[in-house]
């Protein structure tokens, strides 16, 4: 028989723990890890909006990187509203870096920019994805638990 990996050895420690918790300790953890996972899944779908933004960038760079200097276009200035412009310069662009601030750099700078940022939130939305995983398991396992107690206390018929 397989031995159980370091994990498998945290969560019967963590199972044993919590059974030896009251009917209330056990509520508050399942609801306090219940809102950790909410908030995770908000962070998840915010890092899946960024990443989704940051692509559409990173085609626009491309598609910008292929027009000719002197080339008429509608230039976006909110999501809805575009102004006719001329493309005056086609090496340069202006990349939003957060918080209202935005830096002036090669079109090869961007591109690159974009991409780094697409893998930085790759990498962190995996992570986020493992840790939702595992606040998930906890909160089952607190409420499996958690029936079960009930369960032995309500008289049988």
């Known amino acids: 028989m ?10 019967v420690a963590a199972r044993s723990e919590m059974e030896k918790m009251s009917l209330d300790q056990l509520k508050a953890l399942k609801e306090q890890v219940d ?5 995770l899944q908000d962070s998840l779908n915010n890092i899946r909006t960024a990443i989704t933004r940051l692509d559409i960038a990173s085609s626009a760079l491309n598609d910008l990187s292929l027009r000719l ?5 509608l230039v976006p200035l909110t999501a809805s509203l575009y102004v006719p412009g001329t493309l005056e310069d086609d090496e340069k662009v202006l990349v939003d870096i957060g918080t209202g601030y935005f830096v002036e750099k090669t079109m090869a700078e961007g591109k690159d920019y974009c991409s780094r940022k697409i893998h930085l939130l790759k990498s962190n939305f995996d992570q986020l994805l493992e840790l939702a995983s595992k606040k998930k398991g906890v909160a089952d396992e607190a409420g499996a638990i958690l029936q079960a107690k009930l369960k032995q206390l309500t008289p049988s018929t």
């Open 35 to 39: 809102l950790e996972v909410n908030l």
């Open 2 to 11: 397989a031995s159980p990996s370091r994990g498998g050895i945290t969560q």
């Open 69 to 73: 200097k002197g080339k008429k276009m």
